[in-house]
């Protein structure tokens, strides 16, 4: 045979449709996972009034935190030029702008939760 030959022998054998032909289907996608069907559901949360207290617990806490930092952060960059530590001046302006960024996060968690929780 050829080698020519030999390639299309080994294409039409590795290439063929496998057979059977799988069934089912994933959202009309003709196989697979139906991704529809996946979704958090809050109601197999056990004790959810208990998971609910906990999370608005830890979001105030977060919440405080980033606000110490920021408020930190603001004392460092205004004492750092008047006591000559402009090193200190530097890291009160990187805190401040870390607990704004983690006030942003921490404020935006709860969005991003109910939005993930929503039933599709």
């Given at each position: 045979?050829?080698?020519?030959?030999?390639?299309?022998a080994?294409a039409?054998?590795?290439l063929?449709?496998?057979?059977p032909?799988?069934t089912?289907?994933?959202?009309?996608?003709?196989?697979g996972?139906?991704?529809?069907?996946?979704?958090?559901?809050?109601?197999a949360?056990?004790?959810p009034?208990l998971?609910?207290?906990?999370?608005?617990?830890l979001?105030?806490?977060?919440?405080?935190?980033?606000?110490?930092a920021?408020l930190?952060?603001?004392?460092?960059?205004g004492?750092?030029?008047i006591?000559?530590?402009h090193i200190?001046?530097d890291?009160g302006?990187?805190m401040?702008w870390?607990?704004?960024?983690?006030?942003?996060g921490v404020?935006?968690?709860?969005?991003?939760?109910?939005?993930l929780l929503?039933?599709?």
């Amino acid at each position: 045979m050829t080698p020519g030959a030999l390639l299309a022998a080994a294409a039409t054998r590795y290439l063929a449709p496998p057979t059977p032909t799988p069934t089912g289907g994933g959202a009309g996608q003709g196989g697979g996972i139906d991704w529809t069907r996946i979704h958090p559901d809050p109601g197999a949360v056990p004790r959810p009034d208990l998971f609910y207290t906990f999370m608005n617990g830890l979001l105030y806490i977060g919440g405080f935190a980033a606000g110490g930092a920021l408020l930190a952060g603001l004392i460092l960059f205004g004492a750092g030029p008047i006591f000559g530590t402009h090193i200190s001046s530097d890291r009160g302006r990187t805190m401040m702008w870390r607990g704004v960024l983690v006030a942003f996060g921490v404020g935006s968690f709860t969005a991003v939760m109910a939005f993930l929780l929503v039933k599709a």
